[in-house]
């Protein structure tokens, strides 16, 4: 890679998470073991979380919480289409129908007022998404949920370190983290489940390791029980312990890096504050804390002529990278070909054509900020009427 190339995106790790992990993969145990279940008690601690449990990615948990649910064939799952694929595939793969709520045009999150018009008898889950670090509002949403006895499932993968009214994403409800490489800490791939709901817990953990009695590492064992039975049929999810003890070292480091991440979001304000072709989001009076996973910004392509892909095409021609987070689900191929229903969405596909995230992560410098400030200035000015 050009070494003068500003990435989206690069995941900060240090030395000694690098020795970290070296040290498990000399031990001779590499799969889940003592540093899962050590990363799960941690991660309960910094979250305030009752239950946590580690998985291969958070699309796995997704699917988990989903087949715990029993939802399936003839059931309406509610979420935005203004999010990543995979929790609107494994709805689909379930046999369950995606329905999808419009967004806020400058927070991009459902709402209890866009979600409440399609409950019917027919819904059986609502899975909101807290966006870029931001929060959702979640008590509307839960006291909808309440008053039709629906659950009510957290993406809270961009959500690690956010708070919502002075309350951590994670501390309550049934919630998923990610912890792909882009994310606010990383374990390389992985995902963390976590809930107040006991129950669901131990059939999180079960389903997780092919439905088994116990755990894929027993705590009490300390190895893997002999004598352990199906208990129903389950899946193949477990975190390893290499990928574990990555996520103990930034678990650590979270907040120092989250803080970094504010203070170069609050340069991109500052700096963008005049520069009229370009919308940053707003972040809503109930987000007291924003964990800043994403600096995303709309481009207003009527004034400058130009398309939101056309933009992010001449960032890169001048060493700069940008991400789509996301291109609306219902406008992919596969949706757009299979599903009849008729949405009415008008701010998720406004903010769909418009959207851009600009490199944000911990190690970034402030000149790298002005560097893509700049740039964006030239690619305006060459495209002014």
């Not at 998985?55 to 799952?77: C, F, K, N, R």
Request: glycine share 6%; charged share 20%.
């Amino acid at each position: 890679m050009d070494p003068s190339f500003l990435p989206f995106s690069r995941p900060s790790i240090t030395e000694n998470e690098i020795n970290a992990v070296a040290e498990v993969l000399r031990s001779g145990w590499i799969t889940t073991g003592t540093k899962c279940a050590e990363f799960e008690q941690q991660f309960c601690e910094a979250v305030g979380a009752q239950h946590a449990v580690a998985l291969s990615s958070a699309t796995a948990g997704m699917h988990l919480a989903l087949h715990a649910l029993e939802i399936g064939p003839g059931d309406e799952v509610i979420t935005p289409s203004l999010t990543w694929v995979s929790t609107v595939n494994m709805i689909t793969a379930r046999g369950a129908t995606p329905i999808f709520a419009d967004v806020d045009r400058d927070n991009l999150m459902i709402s209890a007022q866009t979600v409440a018009p399609l409950i019917n008898e027919r819904t059986r889950l609502i899975v909101p998404v807290h966006y870029a670090g931001a929060a959702v509002d979640l008590d509307p949403l839960r006291e909808l949920a309440k008053q039709h006895s629906l659950p009510l499932i957290e993406d809270a993968a961009h959500a690690l370190g956010t708070q919502y009214q002075q309350r951590d994403i994670g501390k309550d409800g049934h919630v998923i983290f990610s912890f792909h490489p882009i994310k606010n800490i990383t374990t390389g791939e992985g995902g963390m489940f976590c809930t107040d709901d006991p129950v669901l817990a131990d059939h999180i953990r079960r389903l997780k390791f092919h439905g088994l009695g116990v755990d894929a590492f027993d705590r009490q064992t300390q190895g893997r029980a002999p004598q352990a039975e199906v208990q129903e049929p389950g899946f193949k999810y477990n975190l390893p312990d290499m990928n574990a003890v990555l996520g103990i070292g930034q678990l650590a480091r979270l907040q120092q890096m989250n803080q970094r991440r504010s203070e170069l979001a609050q340069l991109y304000l500052t700096e963008l504050d005049s520069v009229s072709e370009i919308q940053p989001l707003t972040t809503p009076a109930w987000t007291t804390r924003h964990a800043w996973h994403l600096f995303i910004i709309r481009l207003d392509i009527d004034k400058t002529g130009m398309s939101r892909d056309q933009f992010m095409a001449e960032l890169k021609t001048r060493g700069i990278g940008s991400g789509l987070h996301f291109k609306a689900a219902h406008t992919q191929k596969y949706y757009r070909e299979n599903y009849t229903h008729a949405y009415s969405l008008p701010e998720t596909e406004w903010n769909s054509e418009r959207i851009c995230s600009l490199p944000l992560f911990p190690d970034m410098r402030d000149e790298d900020v002005a560097r893509v400030v700049t740039a964006i200035k030239s690619i305006l000015r060459s495209h002014a009427k």
